[in-house]
């Protein structure tokens, strides 16, 4: 019944009808079941169309298959393919008008079967938006949280996560990850001790730059982490090959920045078809375009695009629904993309 009602509500917030009998399963096709115990596999929620003057086609949300999931190797435990990115679009007055929108965004991706959300101190009030949201929503448990620590010094990396912590609302963090590498072997420290604790489920470091590349693999190679967060796009492939091949070699799960190479690929798409081959791979805008041809690899664990946009939120989450590319699909894709 409480889940009934939390997702009555999610649907009223979130304004789309509620639609009975639509269940999803917790898995799909090759992606790993979870299992019931699991805090980031909640209870099977509803599916709804989105509202009738969505872009998106919502069919295979109806279809009764969930968003393909991939395992977090060293936890044992899966999350959906796409989440949501939160810089700049959630850095908002938490008692702004904007909240409304960027609630109907947190609503539509639990709807549609997302869990990831990554945030950071460096994204303002992000932190602390997500934390409104998530508990005005009630979806704690429905939501993979993830957030940083970007600063020098131990102690001040302690004082910077606890605030994590007060803004979030929660008593554990499902992922922290240092920013950009920041002083990384002195938070990392403290990052395996608080994992020991269980103030945090898993760890790992981040960076957006291909300078950074070289680093991030030596740490995934010499350091035990949870996850190594870095940028790659279709149009940006340098992670392709021995960044994924190290994360893949030391059981290390992937999360994806800047999918969209921060929305510029939509700018070059603007004036193009989608080929029509395409359908065959369920892909039904440039959105999902874009992410299906990263999934398409399955050393991505999971993409977080951002987005302040509930239309977007949707389309991004439908990439993690249907057919994904195999390697001849991907060449394809690249290729009419560099045509
Ligand atoms: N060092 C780090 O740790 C690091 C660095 C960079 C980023 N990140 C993380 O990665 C996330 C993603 O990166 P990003 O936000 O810089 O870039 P991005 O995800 O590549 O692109 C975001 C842009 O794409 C647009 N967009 C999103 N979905 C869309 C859709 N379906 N259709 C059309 N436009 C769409 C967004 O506009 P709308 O708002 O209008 O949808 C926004 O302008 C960040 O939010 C952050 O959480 C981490």
């Known amino acids: 019944m409480a889940t009934l009602d939390r997702r009555t509500m999610l649907k009223l917030l979130a304004g789309t009808p509620l639609l009975a009998g639509c269940d999803r399963p917790s898995s799909h096709g090759s992606a790993q079941a979870t299992t019931p115990q699991e805090k980031s596999s909640p209870e099977p929620t509803g599916t709804s169309s989105t509202p009738s003057d969505s872009k998106t086609d919502n ?16 936890l044992g435990v899966s999350i959906p393919i796409v989440g949501l990115g939160t810089w700049q679009q959630f850095d908002v007055g938490p008692n702004s008008p904007q909240m409304d929108r960027l609630r109907e965004v947190v609503a539509k991706m639990v709807e549609h079967g997302g869990e990831l959300i990554d945030s950071s101190p460096m994204y303002g009030r992000s932190e602390e938006v997500i934390g409104r949201l998530v508990d005005d929503l009630d979806v704690r448990d429905e939501v993979f949280l993830a957030t940083k620590v970007w600063t020098s010094g131990k102690q001040s990396g302690i004082d910077q996560m606890n605030r994590s912590f007060e803004r979030f ?25 608080w994992k020991d604790e269980g103030r945090l489920r898993t760890i790992g470091v981040t960076h957006y730059t291909n300078s950074a590349l070289p680093r991030l ?3 995934v190679s010499d350091y035990d982490i949870d996850f190594v967060q870095f940028a790659y796009s279709i149009a940006n492939r340098a992670a392709e090959d021995e960044m994924l091949a190290a994360a893949a070699e030391n059981d290390v799960a992937t ?10 690929l939509f700018g070059r798409a603007s004036n193009r078809d989608l080929p029509p081959w395409a359908a065959d791979l369920d892909i039904d805008s440039w959105g999902q375009f874009f992410l299906k041809y990263l999934l398409g690899d399955e050393r991505v664990t999971c993409v977080i695009p951002g987005t302040s946009d509930p239309e977007h939120v949707v389309d991004n989450v439908g990439a993690a629904y249907g057919a994904l590319p195999d390697q001849d699909e991907r060449q394809r894709m690249v290729d009419y993309w560099e045509s």
Request: aromatic residues 6%.
């Open 59 to 74: 069919s295979k949300y109806l279809s009764g298959d969930g968003p393909v999931r991939r395992q977090i190797p060293k």
């Open 217 to 219: 693999i030596d740490v």
């Open 255 to 264: 999360l994806i920045n800047r999918p969209y190479a921060q929305g510029s």
């Open 169 to 193: 609302q929660v008593e554990t963090v499902d992922l922290m990850q240092v920013h950009n590498l920041l002083d990384w072997r002195t938070h990392l420290d403290t990052l395996q001790k």
